[in-house]
């Protein structure tokens, strides 16, 4: 089997999160990806621990530096620097998520790259684009306060709360993946290159999606409802007797069901409830209505009978749980990665699942180098 991606050739001038969340997956389809790092530190991300696994690798840098190699390159030295630029030449994609204007600097912008190297696809990941905010950090949490998530994330009399995962970094990623695989595809036909530019606030805006529109298409600006959703009821976290149940209703069959369940059948059929509008209009009354009925049962029993009816509801998993979960339902959540001294690593499998070229695990994460034979 030849992956999707076999002979493609990536340099990965990226730290931290977005690009290298990229680049991995690129690798994971089969693309030959080094990785250019810092002398002595490499990746920041190397350093971010606890926690760590058996040989003291932070698990954060692990997560999206699978099938990679990497080489020690200082920028600043010229040597160095003309070693990186001789990479770039020939390379087929280069990511970078430096501050705008530092790669021109050395030399190895788009636009200095582009006339050796026509077919180049370069991607660069900023934090806020090119223009005024060129020099502001894009740290995800930022992201997060300045594109709007955080007031849409959290109980309405509590605190603005960030997502639990540096969720703006993995849509930069995944946009990222994405626009690199248009443009290959341009070049296949056209046998020309492009720079692709992403930044972080659009897609954290572009990954709003229904609150976003509900602002663009409707001028209303959505706030905090804690587990509740905005435009759809029962969407939420509900108490029964023994803690707390998912119900994620999405239409009027599924909640003329979970009345049929819960021994009430009548309040589908209430003028209060009897659509979803109607049901949205009356949140506060229907939930006190769920609520006195779940408390007869456990959130478990709750599950397996509402399963039966093709409701959807579920218990909060912590994550262990969750990875459990994907075990019994024959998702094979995780892969066993080998490393170099014959010993592996177990990571998150990728989701894609492709019939004819599925993502390979070659290697894992890779060690820092320490010496120039090494570089």
Same mark, same amino acid.
Request: charged fraction near 20%; include cysteine; charge should be negative.
């Given at each position: 089997?030849?992956?999707? @991606?076999?002979?493609?050739?990536?340099?990965? &001038?990226?730290?931290?999160?977005?690009?290298?969340?990229?680049?991995?997956?690129?690798?994971?389809?089969?693309?030959?990806? %080094?990785?250019?790092?810092?002398?002595?530190? $490499?990746d920041?991300?190397?350093?971010?621990?606890?926690?760590?696994?058996? #040989?003291?690798?932070?698990? *954060?840098?692990?997560?999206?530096?699978?099938?990679?190699?990497?080489?020690?390159?200082?920028?600043?030295?010229?040597?160095?620097?003309? #070693?990186?630029?001789?990479?770039a030449? %020939?390379?087929?994609?280069?990511?970078?998520?430096?501050r705008?204007?530092?790669?021109?600097? &050395?030399?190895?912008? *788009?636009?200095?790259?582009? !006339?050796?190297?026509?077919?180049?696809? *370069?991607?660069?990941?900023?934090?806020?684009?090119?223009?005024?905010?060129?020099? @502001?950090?894009? =740290?995800?949490?930022?992201?997060?306060a300045?594109?709007?998530?955080?007031s849409?994330? $959290?109980a309405?009399?509590?605190?603005?709360?960030?997502?639990?995962?540096a969720?703006v970094?993995? @849509?930069?990623?995944? &946009?990222?993946?994405?626009?690199?695989?248009?443009?290959?595809?341009?070049?296949?036909?056209?046998?020309?290159?492009? #720079?692709?530019?992403?930044?972080?606030?659009?897609?954290?805006?572009?990954?709003l999606?229904?609150?976003?529109?509900? =602002?663009?298409?409707?001028?209303?600006? !959505?706030?905090?409802?804690?587990?509740?959703?905005?435009?759809?009821a /029962? =969407? +939420?976290?509900?108490?029964?007797?023994?803690?707390?149940?998912?119900?994620?209703? $999405?239409?009027?069959?599924?909640?003329?069901?979970?009345?049929?369940?819960?021994?009430? /059948?009548?309040?589908?059929?209430?003028?209060? &409830?009897?659509t979803?509008?109607?049901?949205?209009?009356?949140r506060?009354?229907?939930?006190?209505?769920? +609520?006195r009925?779940?408390?007869?049962?456990?959130?478990?029993?709750w599950?397996?009978?509402?399963? +039966?009816?093709?409701? !959807?509801?579920?218990?909060?998993?912590?994550?262990?749980?969750?990875?459990?979960?994907?075990?019994?339902?024959?998702?094979q959540?995780?892969? +066993?990665? /080998? #490393?170099?001294?014959?010993?592996?690593?177990?990571?998150?499998?990728?989701?894609?699942?492709?019939?004819? %070229?599925?993502?390979? =695990?070659?290697?894992a994460p890779?060690d820092?180098?320490? %010496?120039?034979?090494?570089?």
């Amino acid at each position: 089997m030849v992956p999707a @991606l076999a002979n493609l050739r990536v340099l990965d &001038f990226s730290r931290i999160l977005a690009g290298p969340f990229a680049t991995m997956q690129l690798a994971d389809l089969g693309a030959t990806v %080094t990785k250019v790092e810092r002398p002595g530190t $490499g990746d920041d991300t190397r350093t971010w621990k606890p926690p760590h696994d058996d #040989r003291g690798q932070a698990t *954060y840098f692990q997560a999206v530096n699978r099938n990679k190699s990497t080489i020690v390159l200082d920028l600043s030295d010229p040597a160095d620097r003309a #070693r990186a630029r001789e990479m770039a030449v %020939t390379a087929d994609v280069v990511v970078e998520n430096f501050r705008p204007g530092l790669m021109a600097d &050395f030399g190895l912008d *788009y636009d200095q790259l582009q !006339p050796e190297n026509p077919g180049l696809i *370069y991607c660069s990941i900023t934090g806020f684009g090119r223009g005024p905010g060129a020099g @502001l950090p894009g =740290y995800d949490l930022l992201i997060q306060a300045l594109g709007g998530l955080m007031s849409v994330t $959290g109980a309405p009399d509590a605190e603005p709360q960030k997502v639990g995962v540096a969720l703006v970094d993995v @849509l930069a990623g995944l &946009f990222a993946t994405t626009g690199i695989l248009a443009a290959l595809h341009h070049r296949t036909a056209t046998g020309e290159g492009q #720079r692709l530019d992403i930044d972080l606030l659009s897609c954290l805006l572009a990954g709003l999606v229904n609150q976003a529109s509900a =602002y663009t298409s409707a001028g209303v600006v !959505p706030t905090r409802m804690g587990n509740q959703h905005p435009s759809i009821a /029962p =969407y +939420e976290l509900l108490t029964c007797a023994d803690g707390e149940l998912v119900l994620a209703v $999405g239409n009027d069959r599924q909640f003329s069901s979970l009345c049929e369940v819960l021994g009430e /059948p009548e309040l589908a059929t209430s003028q209060r &409830f009897s659509t979803n509008t109607s049901r949205v209009r009356n949140r506060v009354e229907l939930r006190a209505d769920l +609520e006195r009925l779940l408390a007869a049962r456990t959130a478990a029993e709750w599950t397996d009978q509402l399963a +039966e009816a093709r409701v !959807p509801a579920g218990v909060v998993n912590d994550i262990a749980a969750a990875f459990a979960l994907a075990e019994k339902l024959g998702l094979q959540p995780t892969v +066993e990665v /080998p #490393r170099a001294d014959g010993s592996t690593v177990s990571l998150c499998r990728s989701p894609l699942n492709l019939s004819v %070229t599925p993502p390979v =695990y070659r290697s894992a994460p890779p060690d820092l180098p320490t %010496t120039t034979s090494e570089r």
